[in-house]
């Protein structure tokens, strides 16, 4: 079993709707909750983190963390057709080495 | 702003060559990684280093080394290049205070 599990999709929207993202996890001792949005033939860059269990939100984007169900979430309200990339959650035990999902990869249609 | 970079964007080997790809950082972080990235498989790590001369394997280390003589460079070496070893490359930082890990633009690998 994958540490992180994510569905690759890929997922196709058109503008304007929600999309909803989300990892499972296994290891309960991760503390650091990321999110990366890579765009095609680019590295990754992070989008937001979060620290132990809770809501985060900025602008457009929330993500959330539970913890008792080792599940985080990200959503993108009032989707764009520059949202379109591949979207990475990432998780960390402090500083250590980050494991990442799959990816899933997200086309906003105009 | 933070900057990774990679010394080539694409690369085309012969199988069984000896392979290095070179990471700089500019921000003095302890951290340095070697990810690959395939389709459906998301990042896998292959080894990671916390410090100078310092070296851990990852997930997938078999194949590779890796050498850290100076803290802003790290270099990941395919001793003995396989098509297997195709692959899209990543290079990362990471300052030890905080969670994010800043990439490079990717090294696409071929191995003919």
């Known amino acids: 079993q994958k540490e992180v599990e994510q569905d690759p999709g890929p997922l196709s929207v058109p503008e304007g709707a929600i999309v909803s993202l989300n990892c499972t996890y296994s290891n309960s001792a991760f503390q650091y909750f990321m999110w990366y949005r890579q765009y095609s033939r680019k590295g990754p860059e992070l989008l937001m983190y979060?620290?132990?269990?809770g809501n985060k939100e900025d602008g457009r984007f929330t993500a959330q963390v539970d913890k008792s169900s080792k599940y985080i979430s990200l959503f993108i309200r009032d989707s764009q057709p520059s949202d379109s990339a591949t979207y990475l959650c990432a998780m960390s035990v402090g500083d250590y080495k980050l494991s990442f999902g799959a990816g899933t990869t997200v086309t906003v249609r105009a | 702003d933070v900057k990774v970079t990679q010394s080539s964007r694409y690369l085309v080997k012969r199988t069984g060559e000896k392979v290095f790809l070179e990471c700089v950082q500019d921000?003095?972080?302890?951290?340095m990684f070697w990810y690959r990235q395939d389709p459906g498989l998301g990042l896998r790590l292959i080894y990671f280093s916390y410090d100078v001369k310092m070296k851990e394997k990852g997930d997938i280390p078999e194949g590779y080394s890796v050498s850290r003589e100076k803290k802003e460079r790290f270099s990941l070496i395919l001793e003995s290049a396989s098509t297997n070893q195709t692959s899209m490359y990543l290079c990362?930082?990471?300052?030890?205070?905080?969670?994010?890990?800043?990439f490079g633009q990717g090294t696409r690998l071929t191995v003919v």
């Open positions: 921000m003095d972080h302890e951290n």
């Open positions: 979060t620290y132990s269990s």
């Open positions: 990362a930082s990471r300052d030890p205070q905080g969670p994010e890990a800043f």
